[in-house]
C-alpha cells in the first residue's frame, strides 16, 4: 500500500546471471515468499511486479527475470534497455557463474545508462561451505564497477528483503 502523500516511483528492474544461480528463485522469494528446490529453468524471460513501501517514496517494480542461457543472451538489451536497476546473480559456490557475472556488469557498463543501479549478488549463501568465490573479491569488483554487493540465500530468505530495500532506496535517492 502507498503510504498517504508519499512519492510513486515506478521502476524496470531486470536479473541478469547465469543460469542456475537463483534469479527467478530470488524473485519468488520477494514477490511470494516460496522456494522451490525444483525450480524450472526461466524461459525467455518472465514478468513479476511487487511494491515497497519506504518512508520517502512507494517504489513499484516492474521486475524482469531473464533466462541467462547464452542462445537468449540477443534478448537481453530488451530488458535491460529503460532499466532503472539491474541485479546481476552468481552462485557463491560457483566460481565460473562470478566470472559470467563480471561479463555481465561489463555488458551493462558498456551499455551507458550512467544513473542505473547495480546491485551484485552472490546467492546461494546457504552453501557458504561449498564457497569458491571470496566476499573481499566480489566487493572489490563492485566497487570498481560502481554496484554494491550482498550476499543472499533464496533458500533461507537471509537479505532477500534487504536487497530490494535497498534497490528501492538508491531508486528514491536517484529519480
Ligand atoms: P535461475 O536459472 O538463475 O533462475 O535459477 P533458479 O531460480 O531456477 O534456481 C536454480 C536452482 O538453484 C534451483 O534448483 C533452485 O532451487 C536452486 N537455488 C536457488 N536459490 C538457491 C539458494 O539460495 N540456495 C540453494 N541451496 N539453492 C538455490
Ligand atoms: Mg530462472
Not at 109 to 118: D, E, F, I
Not at 161 to 168: C, G, P, R, V
Request: aromatic letters at 10%.
Amino acid at each position: 500500500m502507498a503510504r498517504p502523500g508519499s512519492r510513486i516511483i515506478q521502476a524496470k528492474l531486470v536479473l541478469l546471471g547465469d543460469m542456475g544461480t537463483g534469479k527467478t528463485s530470488l524473485v519468488l522469494r520477494f514477490v511470494k515468499g516460496q522456494f522451490f528446490d525444483h525450480q524450472e529453468p526461466t524461459i525467455g524471460a518472465a514478468f513479476f511486479t511487487q511494491i515497497l513501501s519506504l518512508n520517502e517514496a512507494t517504489v513499484k517494480f516492474d521486475i524482469w527475470d531473464t533466462a541467462g542461457q547464452e542462445r537468449y543472451h540477443s534478448l537481453a538489451p530488451m530488458y535491460y534497455r529503460g532499466a532503472a536497476a539491474a541485479v546481476v546473480v552468481f552462485d557463491i559456490s560457483n566460481m565460473d557463474s562470478f566470472v559470467r557475472a563480471k561479463k555481465w556488469v561489463q555488458e551493462l557498463q558498456r551499455q551507458g545508462n550512467a544513473s542505473l543501479v547495480m546491485a551484485l549478488v552472490g546467492n546461494k549463501l546457504d552453501l557458504e561451505a561449498k564457497r569458491e568465490v571470496g566476499i573481499e573479491e566480489a566487493e572489490e569488483f563492485s566497487q570498481e564497477s560502481g554496484m554494491f554487493y550482498m550476499e543472499t540465500s533464496a533458500k533461507t530468505s537471509y537479505n532477500i528483503n534487504d536487497l530490494f530495500y535497498e534497490i528501492a532506496k538508491r531508486l528514491a535517492k536517484a529519480l
